[in-house]
């Protein structure tokens, strides 16, 4: 079963989230022997791209030159045509801002049953079935996904970052999308300096 994993990149470079995505991607791959594949929108260089690899994604997809930002409709048929051209069966993506926008179009878009704040691997992949927070986080469920392909959301520092080894294939990718389908125009941005967030954080210390 191969699976796709939308990473983010910030400024053309990958954070601790994007590292968690791939090494899940790879855990959920490795059941049934599958291959992983990311898939990277804007400009990353090439060693970075490469470097995802160390991870667990055997390929990378590279898609240049989109629109700064996110937009929804766009970014769902990037992530489309990146399934068909993977050809896998399970979509990861981050339970994050971005990832809780672009799932459910991208579960009516390819019939996929969607999974999201999933906390660890799947129990079993036939049908898949995967535990996720309820209750705002005093119970556990599970979710069984009965259709053919499943998007998958993880909860963020729910799983650990595993380094593999290697460097991935990187290719350039063209999804056959018109960027003028977007919508969303960014008109400033302002960023945050000298805190990091708690969730991008290795050690958290409390007192």
Not at 123 to 150: I, Q, Y
Request: without cysteine; hydrophobic residues 45%; glycine residues 10%.
């Amino acid at each position: 079963m191969s699976v796709l994993v939308y990473t983010e990149n910030w400024d053309g470079k990958f954070k601790k989230l994007s590292y968690e995505l791939v090494s899940y991607a790879k855990a959920v791959a490795g059941m049934t022997g599958g291959t992983v594949t990311a898939l990277s929108i804007g400009n990353v260089d090439q060693d970075e791209l490469s470097s995802l690899g160390a991870y667990g994604a055997s390929s990378v997809l590279s898609v240049a030159g989109v629109p700064e930002g996110l937009d929804n409709q766009l970014y769902s048929d990037i992530i489309s045509a990146a399934m068909e051209k993977s050809g896998a069966r399970v979509l990861v993506l981050a339970h994050n801002n971005a990832g809780k926008a672009l799932a459910p179009r991208l579960s009516v878009k390819l019939k996929a049953g969607l999974a999201s704040g999933v906390t660890a691997v799947p129990e079993s992949v036939d049908p898949l079935v995967v535990s996720k927070k309820v209750f705002s986080g005093k119970a556990f469920g599970k979710v069984k996904v009965l259709s053919g392909s499943a998007i998958l959301t993880l909860a963020q520092n729910s799983y650990e970052i595993l380094e593999v080894g290697g460097s991935a294939n990187v290719e350039a990718f063209d999804p056959g999308v018109d960027a003028a389908v977007a919508q969303t125009q960014i008109k400033e941005v302002q960023k945050q300096s000298g805190k990091l967030l708690l969730s991008d954080a290795d050690v958290v210390i409390s007192w």
